[in-house]
């Protein structure tokens, strides 16, 4: 598959709160086609510290005006400067990058899990589906109801349901307290990304009710791309690159 | 029209840049960017006799202007590699030097007696200078016996051209490269990595698996620099220099220190591309210079 090395200028920095931004960039090159679940390696400018490029899944993508959009969640100083950037300011992406998600066939049912940035692939797909907007069940978990990122207007593509830890919104608990964990027989397909503990949660569900599931991980990178051979995950094939063989995985495939 | 070609004593390269052995995997992840020939070379990732699982997760930390490895040789042994993986980058229109790496001596020898024969791979570079495997590598490129020994062994089953990559973790690396040069090696590539170690404050813990690991990138490239420069001083087989060279002035000041060519690692990870920018930033600064020919620029250090 082709991957490219873009300058992307910057449209908008919108913070959803303290921590959670999205940023909009748009490329100087037609946009190359992106699965969702695949990701974008950006490089941080302006920070001495901060050497290495930060991964990021695609959230939004709009060929027509040849943008896509990443969820950055600040977690240390790479994300931090990030999010500090200012709309036309020019940045560097690596893309299109990993393999996303298998796609469900033709009147499949599926369940889209995510929490905290991880909402990001998750709503992706639930958006780029195929599927009838009621086979679609979009579960997004976060602390409190401050924390959920606007996005009423994926009801057109999903039924979006929503849990806090707190109960501020939605089902109060994490994502597997949500009803729809009782019932997983009626989906074909799970998919989810977020915190580790969420995902594994997830997974132990559809390992349970044997229910295909798939997951993103984010393990630490350099490059993306499948050289530095750093971002590893051991798996029932031995240790497979994060960044090339995922970072979408089939639950079948690790050791968890 | 400039002339980037150099010899490194039968090694012939289109031009003195080549991408450094575990930082281009086998040259195809670069091939998805973007034509390998314009590198000038490709050293393969480390292959060993046996697969190797390499070490656990987290393999890497960012420091600052570089970073901290610990991937410990991850793959599939040298069969895998000549029955799978050889046949599919074969006929890349560049130079393939394979990366050779062993936890004994004879390890060393049965990789090497494999390889040897393989005619699409231009040479061999012996690496006696990886700092993250418990067993060999680093341990034989810290002493002038081990690094002359496993030299020599390796010299008698391999015809081609030999390029011993060497340890900045000694006292004195000159010694080192006296050493092998002495062995009949062909070449010295310098440097590996620094052994260096990094802690999180807060959980208290390291930040790799093996709680020390190699640091690359910028932050050596000055050390590198130096140890070209007293190592190209010290011998007579020509120096192929790398140490976080990110740019095309980065190189030619390695060339001006005696490199005869130049390998490019970390940068890589940053940006597959600019192995490519920097063969042309080359290329404009001999035309800057009114130079012909890359083999002006080598040792030109004026003092």
Request: hydrophobic share 40%; aromatic share 6%.
């Amino acid at each position: 598959m082709k991957k490219v090395v873009d300058q992307f200028t910057v449209v908008s920095t919108i913070p959803y709160n303290s921590t959670n931004y999205c940023i909009t960039l748009k490329s100087h090159s037609p946009l190359e086609k992106i699965e969702a679940g695949q990701f974008t390696n950006v490089e941080i400018p302006g920070n001495k510290e901060v050497f290495l490029r930060r991964p990021f899944s695609v959230f939004e993508v709009d060929y027509k005006s040849n943008t896509l959009s990443i969820l950055v969640k600040i977690l240390g100083k790479g994300s931090k400067t990030l999010t500090e950037i200012r709309p036309g300011e020019i940045l560097s992406l690596i893309y299109p990058l990993g393999k996303g998600f298998t796609l469900p066939k033709n009147n499949e049912k599926i369940m889209a899990v995510g929490g905290g940035s991880g909402v990001a692939p998750v709503l992706h797909l639930a958006r780029n589906s195929g599927l009838p907007v009621d086979n679609v069940q979009v579960i997004l978990g976060a602390r409190s109801s401050g924390d959920h990122i606007p996005v009423d207007h994926y009801n057109q593509w999903a039924n979006c349901h929503y849990t806090t830890d707190d109960g501020s919104k939605g089902i109060h608990g994490v994502v597997t307290n949500h009803p729809l964990f009782n019932n997983l027989n009626e989906f074909d397909r799970i998919y989810a990304c977020g915190p580790l503990p969420m995902m594994k949660a997830v997974a132990a569900q559809a390992k349970k009710a044997n229910v295909t599931c798939e997951v993103s991980l984010e393990n630490l990178m350099a490059c993306g791309f499948g050289v530095c051979l750093c971002c590893i995950e051991p798996t029932t094939k031995g240790n497979l690159c994060v960044c090339t063989e995922g970072p979408v995985f089939n639950i079948n495939d690790l050791k968890w | 029209m400039v002339n980037l070609s150099v010899n490194i004593k039968g090694l012939a390269l289109k031009n003195p840049v080549m991408t450094a052995s575990g930082c281009s995997g086998f040259g195809e992840e670069l091939a998805d960017f973007y034509d390998v020939s314009q590198v000038g070379g490709i050293l393969l990732k480390g292959i060993t006799l046996k697969n190797r699982d390499g070490n656990p997760y987290p393999r890497m930390a960012e420091t600052p202007s570089g970073m901290l490895n610990a991937v410990g040789l991850q793959n599939k042994g040298v069969d895998y590699f000549i029955n799978h993986i050889y046949p599919r980058i074969k006929d890349y229109d560049t130079s393939l030097i394979v990366n050779v790496n062993g936890s004994t001596v004879e390890e060393y020898v049965e990789v090497t007696e494999k390889i040897a024969g393989l005619d699409k791979i231009a040479a061999m570079e012996l690496n006696i200078s990886c700092p993250n495997v418990k067993e060999g590598g680093m341990a034989f490129g810290v002493s002038c016996p081990s690094a002359e020994y496993v030299t020599r062994e390796v010299r008698k089953v391999y015809p081609k051209t030999l390029i011993v990559k060497l340890s900045p973790n000694v006292t004195d690396v000159t010694e080192i490269a006296k050493a092998v040069e002495g062995q009949g090696a062909d070449s010295v590539s310098l440097v590996n990595t620094f052994l260096g170690m990094g802690i999180d404050a807060e959980s208290r813990k390291p930040l790799l698996s093996t709680i020390t690991g190699g640091l690359s990138g910028p932050a050596i490239k000055p050390i590198a620099l130096r140890m070209v420069w007293q190592v190209s001083s010290a011998v007579k087989i020509p120096v192929i220099g790398l140490g976080g060279i990110m740019n095309a002035t980065d190189a030619i000041e390695f060339f001006l220190a005696g490199a005869s060519a130049v390998q490019v690692g970390t940068a890589i990870f940053k940006d597959p591309f600019i192995p490519i920018h920097i063969v042309d930033g080359i290329r404009d600064y001999m035309k800057r210079h009114n130079l012909n020919d890359i083999t002006e620029l080598i040792g030109g250090l004026q003092m």
